[in-house]
């Protein structure tokens, strides 16, 4: 079993208190120019640290992520990067996957890190997670792996995404790890209450947030659930300022005594805005709840 060393308490882990994800940056269609000018407006608001995975963007986003990184030497020095690997997809860009699965092998981390290092075009990623549980994940090995990896230099902090407390509970016990990322909005409650947020307050681990707005659900005009969900947070929205639907959900989340790091998805500065707004209300107890209670359907039991 590996030794878990003091060096690697999770509170040693330092994110900007917002995350930018570049989850679609794929998508958003940006040439060099405006991924730099993103990445740039995203520091300007404070938001150091750049949220990605292996195979985001069919394995295109981190490529061109690093390609604006290339442009602008010494910025990589000023920003965090988080990056996770273990998916593994059917895609023309990885021949040999069959189908797709789950593996977090000591070999296939390492090609994953390596990957992403080259892709990227840096030298270390400040935090690497295992993207979702692998049911065959051997703890003892996946433990060994981190530890090489971070004594290599090419892993500064490792944690997991997507488990359950009892799987984070395994691999924890064999390696520290820094943090769990999961979903959670209005629209997605069961991390307050499955143990998840639980564990993280015992075990010191702020977690990071992605989908803090539903994957975008919570603008849906069609969609019953997410317009009462909508309408509450406006209302709650007008007693601190006039502050927006997007700003009260992210401030909803930070009300949380886990302290956790949202993940933004949005490739408008707008959108990364509306985030970083957030970090200067605080919502009473009694609105935390009317926005719980609207996302449940019900009221406290």
């Not at 061109?64 to 030497?73: H, K, S, V």
Request: charged share 20%.
């Amino acid at each position: 079993m590996s030794v878990i060393s003091a060096s690697a308490d999770p509170s040693s882990l330092q994110l900007s208190p917002i995350v930018a994800g570049a989850w679609r940056m794929a998508e958003w269609g940006f040439d060099v120019g405006q991924r730099l000018q993103w990445i740039n407006e995203a520091l300007a608001l404070g938001i150091d640290s750049f949220d990605h995975a292996d195979i985001y963007g069919d394995y295109r986003v981190e490529s061109l992520f690093g390609e604006a990184l290339a442009a602008q030497p010494g910025l990589r020095d000023r920003i965090r990067i988080v990056s996770k690997c273990g998916i593994k997809l059917t895609s023309a860009q990885r021949p040999a996957h069959r189908i797709k699965s789950y593996h977090t092998s000591a070999e296939h981390v390492r090609t994953s890190v390596e990957n992403s290092l080259r892709a990227l075009r840096t030298d270390r990623l400040d935090l690497l997670l295992i993207h979702r549980p692998d049911l065959l994940m051997d703890a003892d090995a996946l433990a060994l792996t981190f530890e090489q990896l971070k004594a290599a230099g090419k892993v500064l902090h490792v944690g997991v995404s997507n488990h359950t407390p009892s799987q984070l509970q395994l691999l924890n016990a064999r390696h520290r790890l820094a943090t769990h990322q999961i979903e959670l909005s209005p629209l997605h409650l069961p991390p307050l209450d499955d143990g998840t947020l639980d564990q993280c307050q015992l075990l010191g681990m702020r977690p990071m947030i992605w989908s803090p707005l539903g994957g975008g659900r919570l603008f849906a005009a069609d969609d019953a659930h997410a317009s009462r969900v909508r309408e509450c947070l406006a209302a709650i929205g007008q007693r601190h300022g006039g502050a927006s639907v997007a700003t009260m959900a992210y401030a909803w989340l930070l009300r949380h005594p886990s302290r956790p790091w949202p993940v933004t998805g949005s490739g408008r500065v707008q959108g990364l805005r509306e985030a970083v707004a957030a970090l200067s209300i605080r919502l009473g107890a009694e609105e935390w709840y009317e926005v719980w209670q609207v996302g449940a359907g019900r009221e406290v039991a």
